[in-house]
């Protein structure tokens, strides 16, 4: 099985949220000292890591902590004592809400109780406003575009000017999805898969000093013409019954052809 969908919304809100919250911390905190910008920039990196490492760790220990005695009264607390946290918001709080709320719906058959209700009506996640990003392919494009042809993924027709908009780490609103001319459509979506888990395209891209989390979902239904939520469930199709869809050894080979160039 792979990663739960809202472990990766709850991830991606959270690194949406820490990455302004800590930046400023340690910018406001060594405003007026002689710290190195690369000094405080490995800093925000360490500390925007291990705030997410923590509220992820907390989500789950509140999931269990909650689901011990699945009561309104119980959640509430629990969720109140979560914003007296100096670097909590009430996006990041709708996140955990969520989260747990779907850990206690699938996983744990708490679907029934009060506590699931109150989580429910709390999880409402706050969308912040953002562009779409496409990633950004650390190779050598041309040679990328010609082997995504060669393999049958994307139409002939595909300009190279429009394969780089979508791998130049741009914003990618307004533009149109690729020709893609895969055999079945989770054959995308399992490619993308594939370039992330052998780092050929970046998981952030860095704009006017700040880092910008890639939403992968978000990225990937804008190149298809769907939405992160149809993304998710085209994953979903084959990885709740294996490791790769069918018929897409095609898509291995591509990839595997891009880590010999």
């Known amino acids: 099985m792979g990663i739960k969908l809202h472990k990766i919304i709850l991830n991606n809100i959270l690194w949406e949220e820490l990455n302004i919250s800590v930046r400023e911390y340690f910018n406001s905190r060594y405003a007026n000292t002689k710290i190195s910008d690369k000094a405080k920039k490995d800093l925000i990196k360490v500390g925007v ?98 082997q995504c042809i060669v393999f049958n993924v994307i139409h002939p027709k595909t300009s190279i000017d429009s394969f780089k908009t979508a791998f130049e780490g741009c914003d990618y609103r307004g533009e149109e999805p690729l ?4 055999k079945q459509k989770n054959h995308i979506v399992y490619l993308f898969d594939l370039l992330l888990e052998k780092k050929l395209i970046h998981n952030h891209i860095e704009k006017d000093d700040s880092y910008i989390k890639i939403n992968h979902n978000v990225s990937i239904g ?34 595997d052809s891009l880590n010999k160039q």
Request: glycine share 4%; aromatic share 12%.
């Open 49 to 146: 890591s291990n705030a997410i490492v923590y509220w992820n760790q907390q989500a789950t220990k509140e999931a269990k902590t909650i689901g011990r005695n699945p009561k309104k009264e119980v959640a509430e607390k629990r969720l109140n004592k979560l914003r007296q946290r100096s670097d909590s918001n009430e996006r990041i709080i709708k996140a955990v809400a969520d989260y747990i709320a779907m850990e206690f719906e699938h996983y744990m058959d708490l679907g029934h109780t009060d506590a699931f209700v109150y989580l429910i009506s709390e999880s409402t996640i706050i969308s912040a406003p953002s562009t779409c990003y496409s990633f950004l392919y650390r190779g050598d494009l041309n040679y990328f575009y010609n």
């Open 179 to 182: 020709k893609w001319i895969t």
């Open 222 to 255: 804008a190149l298809m013409g769907k939405t992160n939520i149809q993304v998710g469930k085209i994953r979903a199709s084959w990885e709740q019954f294996t490791s790769k869809p069918s018929g897409a050894d095609y898509i291995e080979n591509l990839v």
